[in-house]
């Protein structure tokens, strides 16, 4: 059934890390804005620039509570200072019309929506932006929708990521599944057949392991990290952010990625603080 907010167009529902993974987004955007905002005056970016090319009908909704919150795409535009520009790529035609309902009509002409495949699409937003831009890029799939060619392209403008890994325990079925397939859609996710030899493949498919699952899915976060990194970002956060479900089981990872060694600076800042305001144990 659909989810509707109180506006009367459809809402994502609400997980328990969803307002902790926006808030630290929140907070990203707002430190990356204050300390870039200068500089563009000074001529050292021409824009700043905003890409969500996973982006939702831009309000979650608390299924049980009716509780409402912002997404990522309403979050960006709210930040002050201003992004210049801000790229909204959704394939749900129904999330996108929703989204586009909800940006006022005074921010209507600082965004670019676009309905479609983000690994298509991608090349379209690309081509809009200068080379003199400086970009946030939030990349917040379920799964393994985003093909490492499109993180790839991403490396190599200048573009600061954040990046929601799938690392739970439930990636287990996903993995063997995808394992019989000859051209699987984890292929394009990994950019190659490799993630078929990762330790967390082989635990997978049944295959004995001395590393407990923690272990595996540890090292299966760190390969993926190292390949993105390979791509071109010159910095990545080492101690990346878990989230966890409501049995405390551990479902997504939080991922930074930045050409700049000031972005990670402010990152590993916010990262101290939980989300809560209290410092945070990592
Ligand atoms: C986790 S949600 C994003 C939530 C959003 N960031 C927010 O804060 O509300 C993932 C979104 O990706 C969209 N999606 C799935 N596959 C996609 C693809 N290949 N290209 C573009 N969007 C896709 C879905 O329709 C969904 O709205």
């Known amino acids: 059934m659909k989810l509707l907010a109180s506006d009367g167009l459809i809402a994502r529902p609400a997980r328990i890390w969803t307002r902790e993974k926006l808030r630290y987004l929140q907070k990203y955007a707002q430190a990356f804005m204050t300390a870039?905002?200068?500089k563009r005056s000074q001529g050292l970016w021409e824009r700043l620039e905003y890409i969500d090319l996973l982006c939702g009908p831009g309000l979650s909704v608390v299924r049980d509570t009716k509780e409402e919150?912002?997404?990522s795409p309403l979050i960006a535009l709210k930040i002050k200072p201003a992004f210049d520009h801000l790229h909204f790529v959704d394939l749900n035609r129904e999330n996108m019309a929703a989204l586009e309902s909800r940006v006022s009509t005074?921010?209507?002409?600082?965004v670019s929506f676009g309905v479609g495949d983000c690994n298509v699409l991608v090349d379209q937003v690309f081509n809009r932006i200068s080379n003199r831009s400086l970009c946030l890029a939030f990349i917040d799939p379920e799964g393994f929708e985003v093909d490492f060619k499109t993180l790839a392209k991403?490396?190599?403008k200048r573009v600061d990521l954040l990046y929601l890994f799938a690392s739970g325990i439930g990636i287990r079925r996903n993995l063997k599944n995808e394992?019989?397939?000859a051209n699987s859609r984890l292929d394009k996710w990994w950019g190659d057949k490799g993630w078929r030899d990762l330790p967390a493949a082989k635990w997978a498919s049944g295959k004995f392991t001395e590393e407990p699952p923690e272990k595996v899915l540890q090292?299966?976060?760190s390969a993926f990290r190292r390949k993105v990194g390979s791509a071109g970002f010159q910095f990545q956060d080492e101690e990346v952010l878990p989230f966890s479900n409501t049995k405390n089981a551990q479902m997504y990872h939080l991922l930074y990625f930045s050409h700049d060694k000031t972005g990670l600076t402010i990152w590993n800042n916010i990262k101290k603080i939980?989300?809560?305001g209290q410092r945070s144990l990592l």
Not at 106 to 110: I, N
């Open 219 to 221: 090292s299966f976060v």
């Open 274 to 276: 939980a989300p809560g």
């Open 106 to 110: 005074k921010d209507a002409a600082r």
């Open 154 to 156: 991403l490396a190599k």
């Open 69 to 71: 919150f912002d997404g």
């Open 36 to 38: 870039m905002a200068p």
């Open 179 to 181: 394992l019989s397939v």
